[in-house]
């Protein structure tokens, strides 16, 4: 009998001000992630888990991790779990609960692994030792599954020399870390605000869209394009093969400040 693969979902990004009607950019942040959320309603019927990685809110504060947790209880047919960005409050966010804010999930013959990159009052990312002492032992305590890593911050250089400034600083140690083990499969982040794909070795790199704002690839410094907000779907083999995509929002003019030099 042929295993059904597990339906996981990534969503990122989603930069939510403290109320509603805040804008980013000129782009209501709220109304793409509705919109986005609309989007996979229509595109899956089943979902097994969603994970949202990281500047969940643009300022971290309670009651936009309260509308957003409200949306996605609403919208999403899924458990889901968030870990935090650079623009994250880790203490708000611990306010909703250990099941959104888990740092491991076994999903049939996968385990995801969820990571924490964020650095108090930094731009960039970091990995402490005791993350580090988490993932392997995670790891080891899971010899039989396949392994997915998600965190918020690139763990490799994407080709944008701005956000690059902003990697994992202490990238080597993961991937010293990661190269011991066959099982990882796939290592998955946010913070880049576009598509990204490539490998490692035997490892998949992947990104995924933000569900508001898009940083246009491969630009020296600070720029954004009117690309449509999205998200990541993955299907995740009992064998351990990924296929994966990106759906974006279609045909929408969410009045974005594509001449922007920052925010």
């Known amino acids: 009998m ?3 693969p597990i339906s996981l979902l990534q969503i990122t990004d989603c930069h939510l001000g403290e109320q509603e009607g805040d804008t980013l950019l000129s782009m209501n942040p709220d109304e793409s992630l509705r919109d986005v959320l609309s989007l996979i309603q229509q595109n899956h019927e089943h979902i097994d888990f969603l994970i949202a990685t990281g500047d969940l809110c643009n300022e971290g504060t309670l009651p936009a991790y309260k509308r957003l947790h409200n949306v996605l209880s609403e919208q999403v047919s899924s458990p889901f779990a968030w870990l935090p960005g650079n623009h ?20 049939g013959n996968w385990l995801i692994i969820l990571l924490n990159s964020r650095v108090e009052g930094c731009i960039y990312g970091h990995l402490e030792s005791d993350e580090l002492q988490f993932l392997e032992r995670a790891i080891n305590d899971h010899p039989g599954k396949h392994v997915m890593i998600c965190m918020h911050h690139q ?4 080709g944008s020399q701005w956000m690059d400034n902003y990697i994992v600083r202490n990238a080597h140690e993961f991937w010293d870390i990661v190269g011991h083990f066959s099982n990882v499969k796939a290592v998955v982040w946010g913070h880049v605000h576009q598509e990204f794909s490539d490998t490692h070795h035997h490892i998949q790199l992947l990104a995924s869209p933000s569900t508001c704002i898009q940083f246009t690839p491969y630009k020296k410094d600070f720029h954004v394009e009117n690309t449509m907000p999205g998200y990541r779907w993955f299907e995740l083999y009992d064998d351990g093969q990924i296929v994966t995509g990106v759906e974006r929002v279609e045909d929408k003019d969410y009045g974005t400040d594509v001449n922007s030099h920052g925010y």
């Not at 099941?99 to 999930?105: G, R």
Request: charged share 15%; glycine share 4%; aromatic share 4%.
């Open 2 to 4: 042929t295993v059904p």
């Open 88 to 107: 994250d409050s880790p203490r708000s966010m611990a306010e909703f609960g250990h099941a959104v804010n888990t740092k491991l999930q076994v999903l």
């Open 155 to 158: 763990p490799v250089p994407i």
